[in-house]
């Protein structure tokens, strides 16, 4: 894939590479193609000798992102993946590549969002992030990685509040579930991560690579549950139900999902 990316921004700077979701207007949604920029430039920098951190975040302060873009018809779906967007690649490529990924938030971290904070090795937050999920009110869920490795992260009992009641959640309140590792005033979010990234640049590149893959290693087995996952997931979006959750979302209303008979 080019180097000229059209939905993300890629940045090399002193052995860090910095992925910016480029969509503010759309808070940093996903659309079809973004998936596979995003893959392209982690593989990029996550094989490159000279980088030593990768950086997610989100372009403007709104959001960091929010997941599939709204307007993208999921049962409509016809790219690379189960579900017809790499999803599963994505989340493979952040485990797979022998660098710490670091997510840097700021604003909305929701749904498709709130899953790459989650696989990040570590999440900075300003102080405006709020996370949570909304899968089960639009019609959605991520097996696998977003549930199962979330539970890991948070616990199973906040895990299954944040996917079953889909509420928000403050950047404190993030932290005190574990889901991040620092927070700052939102002015003072870049100089943190740069401070992050700078005391991962003096350690050894080999033992932090093995000690990623012994982390993995320990979760790994989720892999398969998120592929089986998506397989019965490519199945629902082609449900009433699932049909019905998006288009009550897009026409802000909301779904029926028992009718009386």
């Known amino acids: 894939m080019t ?3 059209k939905d993300i921004l890629y940045q090399e700077v002193g052995g860090v590479a910095t992925i910016t979701f480029n969509r503010p207007e ?19 920098a996550g094989w490159n000798h000279e980088i ?5 975040t989100g372009a403007g302060t709104r959001a960091f992102g929010v997941g599939g873009d709204s307007s993208d018809k999921k049962s409509e779906r016809t790219g690379r993946g189960y579900i017809g967007v790499p999803v599963e690649q994505l989340q493979a490529a952040i485990r797979d ?16 969002g709130n899953v790459l904070c989650t696989l990040c090795d570590m999440t900075i937050a300003a102080e405006n992030a709020v996370f949570g999920q909304v899968g089960p009110k639009v019609g959605s869920v991520d097996p696998g990685f977003g549930t199962a490795y979330l539970a890991r992260v948070v616990g199973e009992k906040k895990a299954r509040e944040m996917w079953f009641l889909c509420r928000r959640y403050s950047a404190q309140e993030a932290l005190a579930m574990g889901l991040v590792n620092k927070v700052v005033p939102d002015d003072q979010l870049d100089a943190e991560v740069e401070r992050w990234c700078a005391e991962i640049l003096d350690r050894s590149p080999t033992a932090i690579a093995i000690a990623k893959s012994s982390f993995n290693a ?4 989720i892999k398969g549950i998120s592929n089986m996952g998506m397989a019965a997931l490519a199945l629902y979006y082609q449900t009433d139900e699932a049909k019905e959750a998006g288009n009550a979302f897009r026409e802000k209303r909301k779904p029926v999902f028992r009718k009386k008979k």
């Not at 759309?26 to 990029?44: L, P, Q």
């Not at 030593?52 to 997610?56: D, N, S």
């Not at 590549?97 to 498709?112: D, L, S, T």
């Not at 320990?218 to 087995?221: A, Q």
């Open 3 to 5: 180097s000229e990316y």
């Open 26 to 44: 759309a808070m940093n949604a996903f659309r079809v193609g973004m998936y596979e920029e995003v893959i392209d430039a982690i593989h990029t």
């Open 52 to 56: 030593g951190v990768i950086v997610l």
């Open 97 to 112: 590549v022998p660098k710490p990924v670091i997510a840097k938030v700021r604003g909305y971290a929701i749904g498709g």
């Open 218 to 221: 320990d979760s790994e087995n």
